[in-house]
């Protein structure tokens, strides 16, 4: 079945550590996306992929890295500048790039912790 | 700016009854609009969506909205609840160019048996 793997479920980082969570989607989608999800704030845009090598700052992106070097892929890197990790991370894929009227695909999400 | 409001925080219905769930929108043309449902711990599952044409769409599970422009407004409906629609619902909007959607905060739902 097509669809998008984000890995792993749960995460736990330490201070002053950065850690990566993946994300893969086989639908042959062309946009990407990583969004931050906190209680009671919605989902927040951290960066966004149109096509491969090139990606977009989003609302939230201090703090965070992300590099797309193949279609399938776009991890997100939380660095230890992101001084508030502990969220859910959601990535998302849409079919076609800057087109709005694309609704996205979620993965089931990776819940980062601070140890 | 566009912006998604979504009024109620939490919301408490009992199986069987009717459902509306409010959203409001700012943007400048017409809206692509959506609503999505997500489970504790799971990712957001697309109920349905409006671009343009009939205002009232219908979706997955029973569920159907309204696009009211005169009030902005896309509200989410279900003529009778089941247990299993106990969860968080998202309004979002289409961003123009960037292809993103910009989200309202999400109505919870609990289902009282």
């Known amino acids: 079945d097509g669809g998008i793997t984000q890995s792993p479920k749960y995460l736990f980082r330490k201070e002053g550590q950065n850690v990566t969570l993946s994300c893969e989607q086989n639908l042959n989608h062309d946009a990407m996306y990583w969004y931050r999800q906190d209680p009671g704030q919605g989902l927040r845009l951290i960066y966004y992929s149109q096509i491969v090598n090139d990606f977009q700052k989003g609302d939230i992106a201090e703090g965070y890295s992300v590099s797309r070097e193949k279609k399938e892929s776009f991890p997100l890197t939380v660095t230890s500048a992101q001084k508030n990790p502990t969220a859910f991370y959601l990535c998302?894929?849409?079919?076609?790039?800057?087109?709005?009227?694309?609704?996205?695909?979620f993965g089931d999400g990776t819940r980062l912790s601070i140890l | 700016a566009q912006s998604v409001t979504q009024p109620d925080i939490h919301i408490t219905v009992s199986e069987g009854a009717s459902l509306e769930l409010r959203c409001n929108y700012s943007y400048g043309a017409t809206p692509y609009l959506f609503w999505y449902v997500q489970s504790p711990g799971q990712g957001l599952q697309l109920l349905l969506k409006y671009f343009s044409g009939d205002t009232l769409v219908q979706g997955i599970k029973g569920f159907e909205a309204e696009f009211k422009r005169s009030q902005s407004s896309f509200n989410l409906r279900k003529p009778s609840v089941h247990w299993s629609d106990a969860a968080e619902y998202f309004c979002?909007?289409?961003?123009?160019?960037?292809?993103?959607?910009?989200f309202g905060k999400g109505t919870k739902l609990s289902v009282k048996p």
């Open positions: 979002a909007v289409g961003r123009g160019s960037q292809g993103n959607l910009i």
């Open positions: 998302a894929s849409s079919h076609r790039a800057g087109d709005s009227n694309q609704p996205q695909h």
